[in-house]
């Protein structure tokens, strides 16, 4: 039955709402736990190795490029304080010995060891220098080799990183659409009556893949970037805690338009999934009716209605790179204020001696580098509210149950097998699509296996929907449907159908060829089974036009052939399933007299010895059947054949003599 449940309008659910969309999502994961644990194994190491370059730095500086002040150092040394930078050499190296004594005023001599300021070192010639710090070249040349090791070892592991999240992510999505596409064909025919097909295929499609960024970036995002910030931290505080805190009183401030970005990126997120929905669902529907569109000239206001939602999509557009735009140019204003902090203080405790140049171009390093997660923060949250937004939709559709009984091997429950079809019967069945509009009221009646009986009346009098609720498009809301006396709810409904065939007054042919319409998936299926399927559907010469006969593509629909000719291939797909039932639903209603003829002689085929029922507008449909239903104000009012029902002169007769 359709209820406004099945209808699914784009809500705006709360934090709570999140919470429990996030252990909807975790469960899709279970499948790859060992890819991700070595993915986040793959984080963390990546992570350290991102800590250590500046560090790297700081030792290259400190030990080799600008040694700190060492205490073994003279006290005195030419009148100068001892807090004075001193390069050391070894005279007993012959080389070192010769310059130590070619220069002797600027050096200080203790043992086998002389001193020199590093002032000094601008007085001596080029290739003494580079002879006198030969072992810190030879360190800084190591250094060097070890930095290129670290860059080459974080390259490898942020590749092997990104192809593991990468192919998690497509398993996942591929995984998701997979039970989405399931999820969708069964649910009950109410459920797509009431749902446009372009939000639906924008779940599947777009939405969809928006996920996909959830498992890749943001999972990245949420361990990396988090660990290098708390690594960050931790080496900040360890190297030097006062100028951290100096550094960090920007911090609040960071957080503070974190928090408001995020808050407003969410809003402007679920608009932008709901204006695309609504242009695709738009733009299905200007596809589906273009016929109308142009029979009736209403060209110019469609396309009037479609720019109005364009333009709402580009204004929640719009919305969404105003934050972009505002929020990063703020991030990188509080990112060099806290560079200027650490310079105006880390600089003058340099001068002061109280801390080293290579810690200050370290915390330099390390505070760019706190700031990079920070700036991530804008494109991973646009990706995850994206993604969080599609996940809101998908969820909503996962979470809609209005499907009908599934076979007894996807659902566990015991369900009774159809071997074949040979008493149908209605007790007392009444239905409405809305409360308190009903369609259909007590309806009784039995059909034996082999008879066929016909349903004729007005339009709206419930002829349709009698079909639908035997095929269990829908369930009734009292009263029962009994198959060889068994409540029609207990059986198999895959087993059931694949008793029943259908041919309704607008069939739809599937893209692909003619065969694969026919054959439907009947592997079983001979070629020379085949060939009499198409004698008696008479559907001949349909395929001797065709370019490729029954090998013929069709598009979408079967929009290349005629109402009639797509009919006559319905009954040939009919013919195909070999059904115990058959139902007729207005078969004959758009077509020519002429190819009617055809119609009702391959009806006639497919009816042979099958219990049949027929849906008719055309009383010439009906009259050849062994009982006509008359329905009218939602209740049968006549039953009979063509000639008693005719003889009663009642309301048979009446429209019998209507439709002349």
Known sequence: MATDSAYFEEEHPGTAYDLKMLKWLYPLTRPYRFLLTIAIALVIAITFLDLALPYVTKIAIDRYIVPRISDSAPTVADGHPAKTRHLTADITDPQVADIVRRYGDRFTIEGTTAYIRFADLAGLAQQDRMTLRRTDLAGIGSITVFFLILICANFMLNFVQVMIMEYTGQMIMHDLRVTLYDHIQHLAVAFFTRNPVGRLVTRVANDTQNMHELFTSVITFVFKDVFLVAGITLVLFVMNWRLTLVSFLIIPFVIFFSVHFSVKARDVFRILRVKLA????????????????????????????????????????????????????????????????????????????????????????????????????????????????????????????????????????????????????????????????????????????????????????????????????????????????????????????????????????????????????????????????????????????????????????????????????????????????????????????????????????LMQGRTSIIVAHRLSTARNARRIMVLHRHRIIESGTHEELMAQQGFYYKFHHLHL
Not at 312 to 332: R, S, T, V, W
Not at 337 to 345: E, H, K, P, S
Not at 357 to 381: C, H, N, Q, T
Not at 408 to 428: K, Y
């Open 278 to 605: 609504d242009i695709n669902t738009r733009f299905s529907e200007t596809i589906g009716g273009i016929r109308v569109i142009q029979l009736f000239g209403q060209e110019r206001d469609n396309y009037r209605t479609f720019a109005d939602l364009n333009h709402e999509n580009y204004e929640a557009g719009m919305q969404q790179i105003h934050l972009y735009a505002l929020f990063m140019p703020i991030i990188e204003l509080l990112g060099a204020t806290g560079i200027a902090l650490i310079i105006f203080y880390g600089g003058g405790k340099v001068v002061a001696g109280a801390i080293s140049l290579g810690s200050l171009v370290a915390f330099l390093s390390y505070m760019k580098m706190f700031f990079r997660p920070i700036r991530d923060i804008a494109e991973k949250y646009n990706v995850m509210q994206n993604a969080l937004a599609s996940a809101e939709r998908i969820y909503t559709i996962l979470q809609h149950n209005d499907s009908v009984s599934r076979p007894s091997d996807e659902t566990g429950s015991s369900r009774d097998n159809v071997d074949g079809i040979h008493e149908i019967a209605m007790e007392d069945l009444s239905f409405s699509y809305v409360a308190g509009e009903p369609v259909l009221n007590n309806i009784s009646f039995n059909v034996r296996q082999g008879e066929s009986i016909a349903f004729v009346g007005p339009t709206g009098s419930g002829k349709t929907t009698l079909i639908n609720l035997l095929i269990r498009f829908y369930e009734p809301q009292s009263g029962r449907i009994l198959v060889n006396g068994r409540d029609i709810t207990s059986l198999d409904i895959t087993a059931l159908r694949a008793r029943i065939a259908l041919v309704t007054q607008d069939p739809f042919l599937f893209s692909g060829t003619i065969r694969d319409n026919i054959v439907a998936g009947n592997g079983m299926l001979t070629e020379e089974r085949l060939a009499d399927i198409i004698t008696a559907s008479h559907c001949g010469f349909i395929l001797d036009k065709l370019p490729h006969g029954i090998d013929t593509e069709l598009s979408e629909g079967g929009a290349m052939l005629s109402s009639g000719e797509r009919q006559l291939i319905s009954i040939a797909r009919a013919l195909a399933r070999d059904p115990d039932l058959i139902i007729l639903d207005e078969a004959t209603s758009y077509i020519d007299s002429n190819t009617e003829r055809k119609v009702q002689a391959a009806l006639s085929n």
